[in-house]
């Protein structure tokens, strides 16, 4: 089991940054992948970026390519996401997410995780 917890969302304006932090603590070995998703009101859960534990190869979306910077901490067990230039369209609650190589699920579907989060809140004001 693995027990994970974000922080630092809250109130930007567009334009403005945000880094969000996310926490894993208990069977921290088990962990191949962990990632980042994100969910508006009226709307499906997203894929937004992740990081290969073992190796730090990353992934992104298409709609925050450039903008958003996924990093990690292996030493504290933390994965971080530096959003950048934010738009109205980025405001949601993300969430993380962890979860171990298996076959046939790629790290971009959230089938692939088998650990998440409470999530935090991100609002953007224009």
């Known amino acids: 089991q693995v027990q994970l917890v974000e922080s630092g969302g809250g109130l930007v304006q567009a334009g403005g940054s945000l880094r969000l932090s996310c926490a894993a603590s208990?069977?921290?070995?088990?962990?191949?992948?962990m990632g980042w998703f994100r969910q508006a009101p009226g709307k499906e859960r997203e894929f937004v970026a992740r990081?290969?534990?073992?190796?730090?190869?990353?992934q992104y979306a298409d709609s925050v390519k450039g903008r958003f910077t996924i990093s990690r901490d292996n030493a504290k067990n933390t994965v971080y996401l530096q959003m950048n230039r934010l738009k109205s369209d980025d405001a949601a609650v993300y969430y993380c997410a962890a979860g171990r190589l298996r076959a046939n699920v790629v790290t971009t579907r959230a089938s692939f995780y088998e650990n998440w989060g409470q999530g935090t809140q991100v609002t953007v004001s224009s």
């Open positions: 990081i290969r534990w073992d190796i730090g190869g990353t």
């Open positions: 208990g069977r921290t070995f088990n962990i191949d992948a």
